[in-house]
């Protein structure tokens, strides 16, 4: 446990746009990790990139501290200049020993994260401790700290309700729209091809709706979103000639005025009088009020969204307590089985030991009384030999593992 070690850049203390001049090209991350084994007597190494943190998890001898960290980036060689080294080096998180274990079980829970009970960390963490693997960066003891990893993970998702109620906008969205129980070939209009309304399309071809037609300021972005969709792209001036009709309007645009105005939804409309969807996701609305209270709408908007993401995150730190609790019995039980395992290195030569005492004994010590044995005798005695190999092959271990269990 004394060498495993980890160098956290994060959120916490690095504003999230610097954080990705940390970050390693894919194409030379193992020639660089690599290099700096050798370089620093590292066994084992992974490396975690995420948009909020960047770590190096480490099996070492070496110190570790803020001094090995500067040597540390500057051997990556992944042109920081000075002034960012001395700010990224005063900013780096020195985890060591237990504390490394209980930064990485943390982490992989999401109580570390940007934002509490967000699972896709465990996904990250083990996705890349595999690519790590595969490269052989890794070795046995980093398997043994990521099997406990994956394991406490699960278990606080599984035991707590740390992930269950949903804090994003866009997913708060998209649950409102799966509630109105609207059929996949819903005409769906998007205005403004932005990162929110890029993330709430992913729900929704993800759910397998296929019908959209996509406006936008710039036509080119339009153009991108709806080629990723399946679906036409406008500018939004387009939006008042528009005469295909529609299901759902989801809104999200950085203008200060209304884009669906009464007249532009009466156009929107084209002679239809049932009761639409919109989805207003922008700051200010881009729908005007008296579109509200002139036609039958089901309106969801990022305001009274908020107020659920902002319950549902007290409700996820609520759970902080219980996931600790695990995190603090996994970190026990890990201890005890480390022990274990470093008695079963320590004893993994006594088979072969006692294979050449058995070896010495018949061909040796006691070759010529055993050749005056007639071969039903000889066979006897071979298998009393064989029972007592196994025997003192495994007593050995299994006394050392109840003598370790019954003092802890």
């Known amino acids: 446990m004394k060498y495993l070690k980890v160098i956290a850049f994060t959120h916490k203390q690095i504003e999230l746009k610097e954080l990705g001049k940390l970050v390693i090209c894919q194409e030379n991350l193992t020639d660089k990790l690599q290099q700096a084994k050798t370089e620093f007597g590292i066994s084992e190494i992974f490396y975690l990139a995420t948009c909020n943190r960047v770590e190096f998890v480490m099996i070492t001898p070496q110190v570790v501290d803020k001094a090995f960290a500067k040597k540390f980036i500057e051997k990556l060689d992944i042109g920081l200049c000075a002034n960012y080294m001395g700010v990224f080096v005063d900013a780096a998180s020195i985890y060591t020993d237990q504390d490394a274990l209980n930064h990485l079980l943390r982490t992989s829970c999401s109580l570390e994260s940007l934002i509490v009970g967000e699972k896709e960390i465990l996904a990250q963490l083990r996705k890349a401790y595999d690519d790590c693997r595969e490269a052989g960066l890794t070795g046995d003891c980093l398997r043994m700290f990521m099997n406990a990893v994956v394991k406490t993970a699960k278990e606080v998702y599984t035991n707590t309700n740390i992930s269950r109620n949903p804090i994003s906008v866009v997913s708060l969205a998209y649950r409102k729209l799966k509630d109105l129980k609207l059929c996949t070939n819903a005409r769906i209009l998007i205005i403004g091809a932005g990162e929110t309304n890029q993330n709430i399309s992913k729900y929704l071809q993800k759910h397998k709706f296929s019908n959209f037609a996509v406006f936008n300021r710039t036509l080119s972005k339009a153009q991108k979103l709806a080629a990723d969709l399946g679906g036409e792209a406008f500018t939004i001036d387009a939006l008042k000639n528009y005469n295909k009709g529609f ?109 050449e005492i058995r070896n010495t004994a018949i061909n040796s010590v006691f070759a010529e009384e055993l050749q005056g044995m007639d071969q039903q005798s000889r066979e006897v005695l071979e298998r009393v030999i064989n029972y007592m190999e196994k025997k003192y092959i495994s007593v050995p271990m299994v006394m050392a593992k109840d003598i370790l269990i019954n003092n802890n």
């Open 247 to 355: 299901d759902v309007i989801i809104t999200c645009t950085s203008s200060t005025e209304p884009i669906i105005t009464p007249e532009i939804y009466t156009s929107l409309l084209n002679g239809e009088t049932t009761r639409k969807t919109i989805v207003d996701l922008a700051i200010p609305n881009d729908t005007a009020p008296e579109v509200l209270e002139q036609f039958p709408v089901n309106f969801i908007e990022v305001c009274s969204l908020n107020e659920v993401a902002k319950r549902n995150l007290q409700e996820r730190y609520q759970e902080l307590t219980h996931a600790e609790a695990i995190i603090e019995q996994n970190i026990a039980e890990f201890l005890t089985m480390l022990k274990q395992r470093r008695i079963e290195l320590a004893m993994r030569e006594v088979p072969e030991k006692i294979k």
